[in-house]
C-alpha cells in the first residue's frame, strides 16, 4: 500500500510540476509614446520621420491597422499622407522596432516674415519770408 501511495504522490507531484511549466506566461510590457516631426519618406512599409528632438531621422513601420486621422480625428487617406506633411505618430515599441499605431496629420504650417516696414519718404519745404522795416 504504501508502494502504491508513494508511487501516486510522485505522480501528483509530476503532474503539478508539469502544470506549473506549461502555466507560465511572460508578460511582454509595451509603452505606447508619440514623436511630432515632418515625414521625410513614405514608401509601402516605413514612414520616416525628422524631429525636432531627435537627431537623426525615426523610421517607424506600419501594417493595414494603423489609422491615419487629422487633428480632429477624422480619418484621412493614405494617398494624403506624404513628404513634407507635419505629423504626430503614435507608436509601439515592438523588439527593436518601432510599430506606428496612429499617425495625426497635422496642418501644414508657414512661416511668413514680416514683410519690410514702408518707409515713407516726405518732404517738406520751409520759406522764410523777412519783413523789411
Known amino acids: 500500500m504504501k508502494s502504491i501511495l508513494s508511487h501516486f504522490s ?4 509530476a503532474t503539478l510540476f508539469t502544470a506549473g511549466a506549461i502555466a507560465q506566461t511572460t508578460v511582454q510590457t509595451t509603452t505606447a509614446t508619440n514623436t511630432a516631426g515632418t515625414i521625410t519618406e513614405f514608401s509601402p512599409d516605413t514612414i520616416i520621420v525628422r ?3 531627435a537627431p537623426q531621422p525615426i523610421r517607424y513601420s506600419y501594417s493595414k491597422t494603423t489609422t491615419y486621422v487629422d487633428e480632429t480625428g477624422a480619418p ?3 494617398e494624403t499622407v506624404k513628404s513634407g506633411l507635419p505629423v504626430t505618430v ?3 515599441r515592438v523588439g527593436d ?3 506606428a499605431n496612429r499617425v495625426v496629420v497635422r496642418k501644414t504650417t508657414t512661416t511668413t516674415t514680416p ?3 514702408a518707409v515713407i519718404e516726405k518732404k517738406t519745404t520751409t520759406t ?3 519783413e523789411k522795416k
Not at 10 to 13: E, G, K, V
Open 128 to 130: 522764410t519770408t523777412e
Open 97 to 99: 522596432q518601432l510599430v
Open 51 to 53: 524631429s525636432e528632438s
Open 115 to 117: 514683410a519690410a516696414p
Open 76 to 78: 484621412v487617406t493614405l
Open 90 to 92: 503614435y507608436y509601439t
Open 10 to 13: 510522485a505522480l501528483a507531484l
